[in-house]
């Protein structure tokens, strides 16, 4: 069944209307300071009546052959559309971390940027992100790029879901 836009969505999520829904896949991950692994990944983007989503992620590590290993990351948050494409995405992370990302709408794609991150003092040093979501032949196709522990912002891990509600 093709996707349909709630009747009840605020005017102001139009533009970001793609994200709505429940999604799940598969992904991959690398960084300098750990080896390379495969992630599988359930992500929902719901809303209420007023102008923003709700997002939650889970992932798990995954084996070869696709069987669930161990718990990985949480997160959720708040995409938060604004004038002229502009877009906000707020975060929080069981891991003892906060983001803030600003950034640009364009038809089905968004590109963020952290503005600023927030650490408790028991977190891994993490300094800054960058994230791209987009919908490529119906799927949700998404990239974070991480800048932590010592080293720059460079490719860390991205997934591709497909719309499962």
């Not at 598969?26 to 719901?46: C, L, S, V």
């Not at 990351?73 to 502009?86: D, I, K």
């Amino acid at each position: 069944m093709p996707f349909q836009i709630p009747s009840d969505l605020h005017p102001d999520l139009m533009r970001v209307s793609f994200l709505l829904g429940h999604w799940q896949g598969n992904g991959h991950g690398d960084y300098p300071t750990i080896d390379a692994f495969q992630f599988g990944q359930e992500a929902a983007f719901t809303h209420d009546g007023r102008p923003f989503l709700h997002y939650f992620s889970r992932t798990w590590l995954i084996d070869a052959d696709g069987n669930e290993v161990r718990p990985l990351a949480l997160e959720t948050g708040f995409v938060r559309p604004q004038p002229e494409g502009g877009i906000e995405l707020v975060l929080a992370h069981p891991t003892g971390f906060v983001e803030i990302y600003y950034g640009k709408v364009d038809g089905a794609k968004i590109e963020l940027a952290t503005d600023a991150v927030a650490r408790t003092e028991t977190a891994k040093e993490y300094v800054g992100g960058h994230r791209l979501y987009g919908l490529v032949e119906g799927d949700l196709l998404w990239t974070f790029d991480m800048a932590a522990v010592g080293q720059q912002i460079q490719p860390h891990i991205w997934a591709r879901l497909q719309r499962s509600e």
